[in-house]
């Protein structure tokens, strides 16, 4: 799991459903239609039914999340229109015990 390792423990805290990159958007294609590139937010919540990425501080990567986020609602508007990019640590944070110190949005 390339994301936080406490952010599931957050939602299972809060006995959130979640789905760990259910859904895989191709979001470029070659000439002949095959995926050159795909985009898999992190998270899907099943309720309040939305997609959730979390994006690394990182400026380098943050730049290419940010593309691929622009060209995901450029062909999916409903499926990003339901979709939240938020930093990996904007309120989700867990203690050495796995309890959450605190979660806001």
């Known amino acids: 799991m390339r994301v936080k390792p406490s952010s599931p423990r957050i939602l299972d805290f809060y006995q959130v459903a ?4 259910p859904t895989v958007f191709p979001i470029l294609w070659d000439l002949d239609g095959n995926v050159l590139e795909s985009f898999a937010p992190d998270f899907y919540l099943p309720r309040p039914e939305i997609f959730v990425e979390l994006t690394t501080l990182q400026q380098r990567l943050v ?3 940010n593309r691929k986020v622009r060209r995901l ?3 999916y ?6 979709a939240l ?5 904007s309120g989700l ?3 050495s015990t796995g309890e959450p110190l605190s979660c806001r949005s």
């Open 85 to 89: 990019s938020m930093p990996a640590t």
């Open 18 to 21: 979640w789905e760990y990159e």
């Open 93 to 95: 944070s867990c203690s």
């Open 77 to 82: 508007p409903a499926s990003a229109d339901q």
């Open 63 to 65: 730049a290419r999340r």
């Open 73 to 75: 609602r450029e062909l």
